[in-house]
């Protein structure tokens, strides 16, 4: 496929189908999948990723606010999305009207549901969340009987889930099993209760790789779907791992080639001098386009099917390179900055270890102003 813009995404939807087959058969027969698609779908384009995955069998959509729910919904009318956030008060009675369903993680908050749900003659559907130890939403493990009792004894509510989050599996053995015996305890006691779920999760990407299966009903994996793999502490070995496919490819192009003698500062700052007579490609990405700025002086981009030095600061607009071992090297060129060229590869985890961050920043990061392309069968 020939460029035709200066700074690009272009999105698989042959290896997002195939990531979520992948998911499907590691959850198990039975198991829901609830495929996250916060933050336009980390970065891959919301309406799209959401269309070609209903189409491949995922069960339900995880979201962040009633906005992305929104764009879900005009893709397919009634499909089942849970709002993983806290609704805000003025967000009560839209949610509720929207038949989204939503996390709680007290009893005001269902009560303002019950309320809602009266006035407009609905059932607001909940997932109650315990905080096991991630310490941002949830009730504590000790008081989820009493408060999911109370729930019940609400009007026009429906807890249709329960749930929990790991907040440290890829790193910590120890405290994520500390909060799988904790949830473990609740769900115990609740089963000797006969008191079930339609949507019982709390296994995320991480969990899905490095945690046995558990007593879940359903599987809530976000950065897997997207063919990346958690990075940590804890070594990550799968079957069949060459079948999870990184989905999305960042690339740009070369705007302007020359040589710079020796001695030369480059970028803001002049952080970095050239110690031999030096070619310089100047290429058509950076921060603005969400290529961070923190991986200055440590990144590489690839170009010619070579590994290629970022010299000094990345810059809003642009970034310059060191091509001076390349044979042959054309004004226009792609630089691909996330993906393949040959037989190299540069992925969103290695882009984020050079930007001291996480590959969820790294995706997400990518800007509006960048073009998402769509290659697969599924491409419109």
């Known amino acids: 496929m020939k460029p035709v813009h200066r700074c690009w995404a272009e999105v698989d939807l042959d290896a997002l189908r ?199 009903n359903t599987v809530r994996p976000g950065l897997l779907v997207y063919g990346v793999l958690p990075f940590g502490r804890r070594r990550i070995e799968i079957p069949n791992r060459d079948l999870i496919q990184p989905v999305l490819s960042l690339k740009c192009r070369i705007s302007l080639i020359k040589d710079v003698p020796k001695g030369s500062r480059l970028s803001y700052g002049g952080l970095y001098t050239t110690t031999r007579t030096t070619r310089v490609a100047t290429i058509s990405a950076g921060y603005g386009d969400g290529y961070l700025r923190a991986s200055s002086e440590r990144a590489n981009v690839l170009i010619g099917g070579e590994r290629c030095q970022v010299l000094g600061r990345i810059t809003m607009d642009q970034m310059l390179v060191d091509v001076t071992k390349l044979e042959s090297v054309s004004h226009g060129d792609e630089v691909v900055l996330i993906g393949r060229q040959g037989s190299q590869e540069l992925t969103a985890t290695e882009v984020a270890q050079w930007a001291e961050t996480v590959p969820w920043e790294v995706l997400t990061a990518i800007t509006y102003r960048v073009p998402r392309v769509y290659l697969g069968a599924q491409a419109s």
């Open 18 to 216: 195939g990531n979520l087959a992948w998911i499907r058969q590691r959850a198990g027969a039975g198991v829901k999948v609830m495929t996250v698609v916060k933050a336009d779908a980390y970065g891959h384009g919301l309406k799209q990723i959401a269309g070609l995955l209903m189409q491949s069998g995922t069960d339900v959509f995880g979201v962040a606010n009633l906005i992305e729910a929104r764009a879900i919904r005009s893709v397919g009318a009634g499909w089942p999305v849970l709002m993983l956030g806290a609704c805000l008060p003025e967000e009560v009675e839209q949610a509720v009207k929207d038949q989204v369903m939503v996390t709680v993680s007290s009893l005001a908050e269902a009560e303002a549901f019950s309320s809602a749900a009266r006035k407009f003659k609905l059932v607001a559907r909940l997932h109650l969340k315990v905080d096991t130890g991630m310490g941002r939403l949830g009730c504590p493990p000790e008081q989820a009987e009493q408060l999911l009792a109370a729930i019940d004894s609400l009007p026009q509510v429906e807890t249709a889930g329960l749930y929990t989050h790991f907040s440290s599996v890829e790193d910590e053995f120890h405290y994520t099993q500390r909060q799988r015996t904790l949830f473990g305890k609740l769900l115990k006691s609740l089963a000797a209760k006969g008191r079930n779920f339609e949507y019982l999760h709390a296994n995320n990407s991480a969990a899905m790789l490095l945690e046995e299966a558990g007593p879940y």
